[in-house]
């Protein structure tokens, strides 16, 4: 089983839903949870990053961390064409002697057709 | 602000031919990061410098090797590059060394290995 798993989509949706994506994880020394965005032939931006369990709101965007299921999930409320582009998951643990290594989910692909 | 540039955008390459991908960061961070991304296979860390004069192995360090001489510059060079290293690779950096905090892409390099 990979550390963590993202579901790839692809996930196509009308301008104006409600987007949910998500992502499980297995390492329960994961301590932040991270969410990238990245657009077609681009690198990859951060998003929103959360450290604790429960909600972080910014804008249109919801991060949500559940550490008991070891499962995280992005809402992006009144989608917009914008906002199509591939949502990665990132979290990251204590390697030892003070670093963290950094573990990205594959990617979901979304497309939001106006 | 350039952030982080990289260089060449995109290069095809010989089998068993050398190549160095430049990297560099006006942003003076202390850690730097080669990634590269692969369809089905997503953001797979090759390796990393939390600080200049210092380098660490990724997830996949084989075929691959960097140097850390000052903050800005973090070259990857293959040295002998194979078919399987086609990709797209992205240098990163980030404040914190350790693989806290947020972490800055570049546009990338594609590279395509023949």
């Known amino acids: 089983q990979k550390e963590v798993e993202q579901d790839p989509g692809p996930l196509s949706v009308p301008e104006g839903a409600i987007v949910s994506l998500n992502c499980t994880y297995s390492?329960?020394?994961?301590?932040?949870f991270m969410w990238y965005r990245q657009y077609s032939r681009k690198g990859p931006e951060l998003l929103m990053y959360t450290y604790s369990s429960g909600n972080k709101e910014d804008g249109r965007f919801t991060a949500q961390v559940d550490k008991s299921s070891k499962y995280i999930s992005l809402f992006i409320r009144d989608s917009q064409p914008s906002d199509s582009a591939t949502y990665l998951c990132a979290m990251s643990a204590n390697s030892g002697a003070g670093s963290y290594q950094l573990t990205f989910g594959k990617g979901t692909k979304l497309s939001v057709i106006p | 602000t350039a952030g982080i540039t990289q260089a060449p955008t995109s290069q095809i390459l010989a089998a068993g031919r050398s190549m160095t991908l430049r990297c560099t960061q006006d942003?003076?961070?202390?850690?730097m990061y080669w990634y590269r991304q692969d369809l089905g296979l997503g953001l797979r860390l090759i390796h990393y410098s939390n600080t200049a004069g210092t380098t660490g192995k990724g997830e996949v360090p084989d075929g691959y090797s960097v140097s850390r001489a000052n903050t800005d510059d973090f070259p990857l060079t293959l040295a002998s590059a194979v078919p399987s290293q086609t990709s797209v690779y992205f240098c990163a950096s980030s404040e914190l060394a350790g693989g806290l905090g947020e972490q800055f892409f570049g546009p990338g390099t594609r590279l395509t290995v023949l």
């Open positions: 390492n329960s020394a994961f301590q932040y």
């Open positions: 942003m003076r961070h202390n850690a």
